[in-house]
């Protein structure tokens, strides 16, 4: 269009000069000009119909995993000379290899197809249209469209693959898991002995505890093992987040976030999420696969925000968890926090906290330089103090410095899951 206008300034000129000197040659300068724009208005196609489709290779990935799109364009209508057809990919999607913008000639019913590969953040994008330009063959007159297509895109969280992660809430539920359910039935732990009933197999009878009463025979027991109500909480405060002014240690907490969710639900665990922050963002209890879609589809679109009333823990609305569960918190941590966690502590909630550094965070990316490794070192040390409070009053705390991969500590919790301690794993 930048053409047509200083055509048309210059048409405008060349009127508006011969008419005010009375010099026809400048009037007939001006006819040359107008015939060309004319000649493109006339000439820009009028039967326009083009078909449109676009084809992805997944619409499910991981953050920094290539897709590939496969963009097919037909001409149902007239022939084309010029047509610049652009796919205008939404922020936070980057092409890797191949183009979006195609420049293209075509005849009557003709198709071509071509294909690019892009990879993105973490987050849901939707790609609905592509825009196209029809123009005349000189580039005068031009007709810009948007036209539909069909197209989603889910870069999910990683996820890292865990053995499996040890918990003992004070409640089970029903269903046989992994979790020692402290009472008696079948399982692999012994538990206890009780009077010998009629089916129990013979390697069950206990024939120390039977030698000592002649007229009655024993029975090992055995600690019945069962699935647990995991809640897991992901703090999406701006406050405790935000780090400087472009800087967030969030996306380590969603990483650990969808890594325990997926953990727990593999074990056969009822997991729920909770994402507090700028609102409340609640995903339901649940089992199984569809259970891990939802709550990483869920953990796609979370971002940290600032809310007046979500700016502290003591609004958390611990009541939608089930009585005596586990809850897990994600979270760096605030130095107000654990007051809150030990009262959810008092109320019969096993609580576990996993925390990411942010003072490792924060020093990683600032210069090596004998103030920061001071400033870093009391940082720690009140840090260390605030972790210990928690410690002491009953709540299981990893310290995760983010440097590092996170299976590298979780799976200490493993060892005694009912150890109460600060288990820390640096560089």
Request: proline share 6%; aromatic share 8%; hydrophobic share 40%.
């Amino acid at each position: 269009m930048k053409s047509t206008h200083w055509l048309s300034l210059i048409l405008l000129t060349l009127v508006l000069l011969g008419l005010a000197s009375a010099h026809q040659i400048l009037v007939a300068m001006a006819l040359p000009v107008g015939l060309y724009l004319l000649w493109g208005f006339f000439s820009l196609p009028t039967r326009v119909d083009l078909s449109i489709a676009r084809a992805m290779s997944q619409e499910r990935v991981v953050v920094g995993a290539p897709v590939e799109i496969t963009v097919t364009l037909q001409n149902k209508g007239q022939r084309l000379d010029n047509l610049l057809v652009e796919d205008m990919l939404p922020p936070g999607l980057v092409v890797e290899a191949g183009v979006t913008r195609h420049l293209l000639n075509l005849e009557e019913g003709q198709r071509v197809s071509w294909k690019y590969t892009v990879s993105g953040k973490r987050g849901f994008y939707s790609l609905t249209s592509i825009d196209v330009v029809i123009s005349d063959r000189f580039g005068i007159a031009n007709d810009r469209r948007v036209l539909p297509t069909n197209g989603q895109l889910f870069v999910l969280p990683p996820v890292v693959k865990l053995k499996g992660i040890s918990i003992r809430p004070r409640k089970t539920r029903v269903y046989s898991g992994e979790i020692p359910a402290r009472s008696g039935g079948l399982g692999i732990d012994f538990f206890g002995v009780r009077s010998y009933q009629p089916g129990d197999p013979s390697n069950w009878i206990n024939w120390m505890a039977s030698a000592r009463h002649l007229q009655a025979l024993y029975s090992n027991e055995f600690e019945q093992e069962r699935v647990a109500d995991v809640g897991i909480i992901l703090d999406g405060r701006e406050r405790s987040n935000r780090i400087a002014a472009h800087t967030s240690i969030f996306e380590y907490s969603v990483q650990a976030a969808a890594t325990l969710a997926s953990t727990f639900l593999d074990q056969g665990d009822r997991v729920s999420l909770l994402h507090y922050g700028k609102y409340l963002q609640w995903t339901f209890p649940g089992y199984g696969k569809i259970q891990r879609e939802r709550i990483l589809r869920t953990l796609t679109g979370v971002e940290p925000g600032h809310s007046l009333i979500f700016a502290y823990l003591k609004y958390l609305p611990t009541r939608i968890f089930p009585p005596q569960s586990q809850i897990v918190l994600v979270s760096p941590l605030m130095t107000d926090d654990p007051d809150v966690l030990l009262q959810i502590r008092a109320r019969g909630y096993r609580v576990l906290v996993i925390s990411p550094d942010p003072v490792s965070f924060e020093e990683s990316q600032l210069p090596d330089t004998p103030s920061v490794k001071m400033s870093t070192r009391i940082l720690s040390l009140e840090r260390h103090f605030l972790l210990q409070k928690l410690v002491q009053g009953g709540v299981r705390v990893v310290n995760w410095d983010v440097r590092q991969p996170f299976e590298q500590g979780i799976g200490r919790l493993n060892r005694n899951p009912l150890a109460v301690r600060s288990i820390e794993f640096r560089g």
